[in-house]
């Protein structure tokens, strides 16, 4: 019964192969930033509604988020459709392949739905790139009383568990005061400074902090006129541990170096929080086994540890619904390599023939396992 089902799942993903593909050029060809994405959230659902989902746009008041849902059966499987791009990069980290392969899932659950007793639940997830719109649409009533949820991300190679950073994501601001650079020196409060301080204390901070542990960041803005001293800067930093309590411990030592950047200058601080922090993944062990062995009965090689495999360690919002709900979120190569996320060339990788290969394997991937999910069910 399972080889019959499972064959039906993959026909359907292969009737739909043409329009998965197209779906994913199209995104890729229109990046769009976190809570921006309203090309995306009117794009991606379409395929769905034609097919028979019911689609609710604008889902819970937020704007480029939907939950597209098909069946009525007791056990309620969601595919997560991430579809924002990076800021300059665009699909740098290939969330276009995500969106297609997540739709693809979700109509090949479709075509079992009644006879597995399945509800299919697609959720448009926004900000997923330090937006935090998984949060967001948690904290509003998403994902409640879902038994599995799943996605695949696009990487250099195949990696079956993600072990991702906790994670929080600031907004600094400095405030000091301009004046003219030669003329008046002594007049001016240097933002662009305080950063400087800021940086260098970070640096030294790094020596006290776990091995794990990732700070990183961008100014923004400091200045524009080399002869007049930066009354303001800005920049975004992100704190990654190993978990959320780690997080906790860490997150003050590296705010009291923004404030010695303030108190060295004479600055005022502001520090804004884009999103509430992203939680570590805590994987559904048994559900990603039924992954692997689908993902290698499809012809995937896992790659071993090692330099390729480390997208697997990057953050995600989805690990707050890993909290909360069952839920496993594999890695599927591109062969990109030597590229990997996050650089443009990576993002040209995420069309192409190998590109539609994994989001067509991922698809057929995660829908297979949605079968294996609903058998343990019935299980006795």
Excluded at 47 to 73: C, K
Excluded at 363 to 376: N, S
């Amino acid at each position: 019964m399972r080889t019959r089902e499972k064959a039906a799942v993959r026909a359907a993903v292969d009737r739909a192969a043409d329009e998965l593909v197209e779906l994913s050029t199209a995104l890729h060809a229109r990046p769009e930033t976190a809570w921006e994405e309203h090309h995306a959230a009117a794009t991606v659902p379409e395929l769905l509604d034609r097919r028979g989902f019911t689609v609710t746009s604008a889902y819970l008041g937020l704007e480029t988020a939907f939950l597209a849902r098909y069946g009525s059966g007791p056990l309620r499987i969601a595919l997560c459709a991430e579809y924002d791009a990076l800021p300059g990069l665009g699909h740098a980290c290939g969330h276009n392949l995500i969106a297609a392969s997540s739709v693809g899932a979700a109509l090949g659950l479709a075509e079992v739905a009644d006879e597995l007793g399945l509800t299919v639940e697609v959720y448009g997830t926004p900000a997923e790139e330090g937006g935090g719109g998984k949060i967001e649409m948690l904290d509003r009533g998403a994902f409640r009383d879902v038994d599995l949820a799943m996605m695949v991300h696009p990487a250099p190679v195949d990696v079956a568990e993600a072990r991702p950073f906790a994670v929080s994501h600031s907004r600094i601001s400095y405030r000091g005061r301009s004046a003219h650079a030669a003329a008046y020196p002594e007049d001016g409060v240097n933002a662009a400074d305080a950063f400087t301080v800021a940086q260098v204390a970070i640096g030294l901070l790094r020596q006290q902090l776990p091995p794990s542990s990732r700070v990183h960041g961008v100014v923004t803005a400091a200045g524009s006129a080399p002869n007049a001293i930066p009354e303001a800067s800005s920049g975004r930093w992100y704190v990654r541990a190993e978990s959320l309590a780690e997080l906790a411990e860490i997150e003050p030592k590296v705010m009291r170096c923004f404030e010695a950047g303030a108190l060295a200058t004479g600055c005022t601080l502001e520090v804004e929080a884009e999103s509430k922090p992203y939680a570590e993944f805590r994987t559904d062990t048994r559900t990603l086994e039924h992954y692997r062995a689908n993902a290698l009965d499809l012809g995937r090689e896992f790659a071993p540890d090692g330099l390729a495999g480390r997208m697997n360690r990057a953050s995600t919002d989805m690990g707050n619904v890993s909290q909360v709900v069952p839920a496993i979120h594999p890695y599927i190569g591109i062969g990109s390599l030597p590229a990997t996320n996050h650089q443009r060339e990576f993002a040209a990788h995420c069309v192409g023939q190998q590109a539609e290969r994994a989001l067509l394997d991922g698809a057929i991937a995660l829908a297979w396992t949605g079968v294996d999910r609903a058998h343990d069910e019935t299980r006795p």
